[in-house]
């Protein structure tokens, strides 16, 4: 697979980093969950790329499991008042969803780009 001239970030970088899948060199998203509409530095344009539900499936079993196996664990050996465990995973569960779709999506869209995926076609246009 060539690699165009200007890809200078590894997949795992700039998935990390939510970083320019080619450049690495600006960030991906213009605000929490956003894509920026091009890179600045290298004038890659965002406009191709599509996670479509991929990332929140993921982020809803991801963290399904996380925060069910954290409440049995906090509830199993703290025995907390219920206002307890409203309070805490109240807060913790929309910070871990965040994190974790930005990360996943940021993911998705640089798997997109490094590996050229787009919609099948029978013939070129
Ligand atoms: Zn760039």
Sequence with gaps: ?????????????????????????TPLFKGLLTFADSCPSCKLDYKFLDTGDGPAVFAIMIL?????GGALWFEFRFN???WQHVVLWG???????IALLRLLKSGLAVLQYKNRAEEGRLAKD
Excluded: E, F
């Design 64 to 68: 399904g499991a996380v925060v069910l």
């Design 91 to 97: 807060v913790v569960t929309p910070l871990l969803a």
């Design 1 to 25: 697979m060539s690699q165009h001239p200007h890809d200078q970030i590894s997949a795992v970088g700039a998935i990390v980093g939510a970083r320019c899948p080619r450049c690495g060199k």
């Design 80 to 82: 907390p008042p219920v």
